[in-house]
C-alpha cells in the first residue's frame, strides 16, 4: 500500500447512482429514521430490500413491513486498528444484524462504546448479541443515517455510597492496641482452652465471656486458601491469595492476604510469617501487616491442620 | 456438445510480496514467452485474460497487457475482469465451438501498488455496503466467525491451516517463502490473524489449453477438463448462510468433484478452505494445496487460474490421476469456478 500516492483515482463530490423503487422507498424510509423490509412471494422480508428475491431471483411483492429497530447480531468481526475509510475512529465491530421482523441480514458497524487503539474484542460482544440503530439527527436518504448500531440496553449503574463511623469494641479494640505495638492478641476460652484470635471477648462455641489474655506467634500455616482475580487495593497484583492462616498458638485461624509467592504455588499446609510494615507507619490497624509471606519450612501436614479447616 | 479440452502448458512468475519495480506488461511478457516456447504455438485460436483494472488505477489497464502477447494482424481475444480462472472458463466454452484448437488464458495482477482491502470494496454493492466502507479482511472475518460458532472449529484449526500452508509455500520455488505462524500474532481483524489472511504478491501465471489431439501433441499426459463449473451466492452476505459454500458445493457436484486426489483451493484466508474443503466434500486423504495455496502467494486476478494450473501439474507429472482446481471470486467466496482434470478423457 502506498503510502503517498502519486495517482489518485476519484469523483469529485462522489458518483451519482439512481436507487430505483425499492431501494429508493428504503432510503426514504429510512430518512424518516424508520427500517423497512420488502415481502417476497414467498412471504419473507429482505432487508435490506432488493427489487428480486435473492433464493429465486422473483420479483418482490410490493408490501413492506417495518422492522426493528431492534435487531440480533447473526456474526461480528472485531476492527481493533479502525482504516481510515470506516464508519468509526475507534476499535468497533462491523456485524450482520437481523433486524426483528426480517429473515435476512443487514451489514453495519457496531459501537460498542469507547475502547483504545488495538483493543481486544469486548467480552459482551457476542453473536445473538442485540442491538439497536444509532440514527443521525439530520438524515439524507443513504446507508449511514444509520451512523451505527448501538447495544440494547441491559444494565445501568446506580451511584451507592453512605457513610458510617464505626468503633471497633472493646475486646477487638485491645487487639488492635496490641497490633499498634507489633503484637498478635487473643483470648483463651475458659470452658474449652481454644485460643481465638482476633478475639471477641466471648467463646462462639462455649458462650461464655473470655479475658485471659495470650500473645500468639506471627508465623502460622496455610489451612485453606482463595485465589481471586478481581483487583483489591490491599493486595500487590492480581491473581491474589487470600487465606486462613492458622497462627502458631491459636486454635482460629485468621482471613489475610498471602504474596511473596506465585498464586498457582501457594498450598494448603503452607508455612507462613507475617510481613509488616514498618515500625513508623504502624497503627491501631490490620494494615500493619502486609500480608503473609512463605517462610522456608517444611509444610505441615494435613493430619495435623486437619481440624482447623 | 462435446469436445475433450486439456490444460497442455502452465507457466507463473516467481511471485514476489513487493513491487519488483516492473509494469504488468513486463511482469507478464516473460510469462508469455515460456509458454509459447513450451507449446512451440506463436498464435493461438483464441486469447483471454483476467485482471482488475483498479489495481492499477487506469481504464482498459488490461489492454496494454497484450503487448507482450502480440495483437497484430489482430487476434480473437477477449477479457474478463475477474480473477483468470473465469477467462479460462471463457476459452474452455469457446474451445467447444470446435473452429478452434488452442487457447492462451492468462491472469496478472500488482497488489503492491494500491491498498488491495480497499480496492474489493468497490465490488460491493453500491447503495447497501460500500458506503459504509468495509474492507475485504473486515467481511471475511464476519465469514470466519460464522463457520467457526457453527462447525465447533477453533482459531487454532485456522492456524493450522496457515501453518501447513506456509510448510508447502517453502517448498514452493514460485511461492512467497513465508516464517510458521506466530500464535502470539495479534488480531488482524478478530477471528482473523495476519497469517489467515493471504499475502500481498505480485505475479502472473498463464495456461494454454488445447482440445483433441491437439492437445496429445502438444502434451505428453494433458490434464484433461472433465468438468467445469462456476456458480454464485447472492451478493448480499446477510442473505446467505455464510458459514457454508453453497455455489462451491453445487459447483463441485456439476464439476464431478468426488474421488479427486489432489485439490488446489483458491482459499485467501484460512477458514475458506475448511468452508470449501467440507463443500466440495474432500476427505482427510485428499491433498489439499500443495502448492501452498494463496496463504504462500495471492497474486490476485492469477491466484484462481494457478490453482488450476497447480493442479494440472500434477497430471502432467504423472502424480495424480484426478484434480482439482478451485477459483473464488466477490466477497466471502461469493463465486465459485471448480475444474476438475483427470490423466484421461471422458471418453
Given amino acids: 500500500m502506498p503510502s503517498s500516492p502519486n495517482h489518485v483515482l476519484e469523483f469529485p463530490g462522489g458518483y451519482t447512482r439512481s436507487v430505483g423503487p425499492v431501494i429508493g422507498r428504503f432510503l426514504t424510509e429510512l430518512r424518516d429514521g424508520r427500517l423497512m423490509g420488502v415481502r417476497t412471494a414467498g412471504g419473507r422480508v429482505l432487508v435490506p430490500p432488493t427489487e428480486y428475491d435473492p433464493a429465486t431471483g422473483e420479483a418482490v411483492t410490493d408490501e413492506w413491513v417495518e422492522v426493528g429497530p431492534s435487531g440480533t447480531v447473526q456474526t461480528w468481526s ?12 475507534r476499535p468497533f465491530a462491523w456485524a450482520l444484524i437481523k433486524p426483528d421482523g426480517a429473515d435476512t441480514a443487514l451489514l453495519h458497524a457496531l459501537d460498542m462504546g469507547v475502547h483504545e487503539a488495538g483493543a481486544k474484542p469486548p467480552r459482551q460482544l457476542k453473536t445473538g448479541l442485540r442491538v439497536r440503530p444509532k440514527w443521525r439527527a439530520e438524515r439524507s436518504g443513504h446507508i449511514s443515517d444509520i451512523e451505527c448500531f448501538r447495544p440494547e440496553v441491559t444494565m445501568i449503574t446506580a451511584p451507592t455510597r453512605q457513610e458510617y463511623t464505626l468503633g471497633a469494641g472493646r475486646a477487638l479494640g485491645r487487639f488492635l492496641e496490641g497490633i499498634a505495638e507489633g503484637k498478635i492478641l487473643g483470648h483463651r476460652c475458659p470452658v474449652c482452652d481454644s485460643v481465638i484470635v482476633p478475639m471477641k471477648g466471648m467463646c462462639a462455641r462455649d458462650g461464655v465471656p473470655t479475658t485471659e489474655e495470650v500473645e500468639v506467634a506471627d508465623t502460622g500455616t496455610v489451612t485453606t486458601f482463595a485465589v481471586n482475580n478481581i483487583p483489591d487495593p490491599r493486595a500487590p497484583e492480581v491473581p491474589f491469595v487470600s487465606a486462613y492462616i492458622l497462627l502458631d498458638g491459636a486454635d482460629i485461624p485468621m482471613l489475610a492476604l498471602v504474596a511473596g509467592i506465585p498464586a498457582d504455588q501457594v498450598r494448603i499446609g503452607m508455612r507462613v510469617k507475617a510481613a509488616w510494615r514498618p515500625r513508623e507507619e504502624w497503627g491501631p490497624t490490620m494494615a500493619n501487616i502486609k500480608w503473609f509471606e512463605p517462610i522456608d519450612e517444611p509444610d505441615v501436614p494435613f493430619e495435623r491442620i486437619k481440624d482447623y479447616v | 456438445m462435446s469436445r475433450d479440452i486439456a490444460v497442455v502448458a502452465f507457466v507463473q512468475t516467481k511471485h514476489t510480496a513487493e513491487d519488483a519495480g516492473l509494469t504488468e506488461p513486463e511482469l507478464l511478457a516473460p510469462v508469455i514467452a515460456e509458454i509459447k516456447e513450451r507449446t512451440g504455438i506463436d498464435r493461438f485460436g483464441f486469447t483471454c485474460s ?4 483498479y489495481l492499477e488505477g487506469k481504464p482498459f489497464a488490461f489492454v496494454s497487457a497484450l503487448d507482450p502477447v502480440g495483437a497484430w494482424p489482430p487476434i480473437s481475444e477477449s477479457h474478463v475482469e475477474m480473477d483468470a480462472a473465469w477467462a479460462l472458463y471463457e476459452a474452455y466454452v469457446r474451445l467447444l465451438h470446435d473452429d478452434i484448437d488452442t487457447a492462451l488464458v492468462y491472469g496478472f495482477g500488482k497488489s503492491s501498488q494500491t491498498d488491495v482491502r480497499k480496492v474489493m470494496t468497490f465490488q460491493l454493492d453500491p447503495y447497501y455496503l460500500a458506503p459504509l466502507g468495509p474492507d475485504q479482511v473486515s467481511l471475511a472475518a464476519l465469514q470466519a466467525r460464522a463457520y467457526l460458532e457453527r462447525a465447533g472449529a477453533k482459531e487454532d484449526d485456522l492456524r493450522a491451516v496457515a501453518a501447513r500452508s506456509r510448510a508447502a509455500g517453502r517448498e514452493n520455488p514460485y511461492a512467497l517463502h513465508l516464517e510458521d505462524p506466530d500464535p502470539s500474532a495479534g488480531y488482524e481483524v478478530a477471528p482473523l490473524r495476519p497469517y489467515d489472511v ?53 459447483a463441485g457436484e456439476r464439476a464431478g468433484a468426488a474421488g479427486v486426489e489432489v485439490a488446489e483451493l483458491h482459499a485467501q484466508f484460512s477458514h475458506e478452505e475448511l468452508i470449501l474443503r467440507e463443500a466440495l466434500k474432500l476427505g482427510e486423504d485428499v491433498l489439499v494445496n500443495p502448492s501452498g495455496g494463496a496463504l504462500s502467494a495471492n497474486p490476485v486476478m492469477a491466484a484462481g487460474l494457478i490453482r488450476i494450473g497447480e493442479a494440472a501439474a500434477r497430471i502432467h507429472d504423472g502424480s495424480a490421476g484426478k484434480v482439482l482446481g478451485h477459483a473464488s471470486s466477490g466477497p466471502c467466496l461469493q463465486q465459485n469456478l471448480v475444474c476438475v482434470m483427470e490423466g484421461e478423457p471422458r471418453g
Avoid: F, M, Q, Y
Fill in chain 2, 50 to 53: 483476467g485482471s482488475c483494472d
Fill in chain 1, 78 to 89: 472485531w476492527v481493533a486498528h479502525p482504516r481510515p475509510e470506516h464508519p468509526l475512529d
Fill in chain 2, 198 to 250: 493471504a499475502p500481498i504478491t505480485d505475479g502472473a501465471a498463464a495456461i494454454v489449453l488445447a482440445a483433441g489431439d491437439k492437445a496429445r501433441e502438444l502434451c505428453e499426459r494433458p490434464a484433461w477438463i472433465t468438468g467445469i463449473d462456476h456458480r454464485a451466492d447472492p451478493h448480499s452476505p446477510g442473505a446467505r448462510d455464510l458459514s457454508r459454500s453453497e455455489s462451491a458445493r453445487i
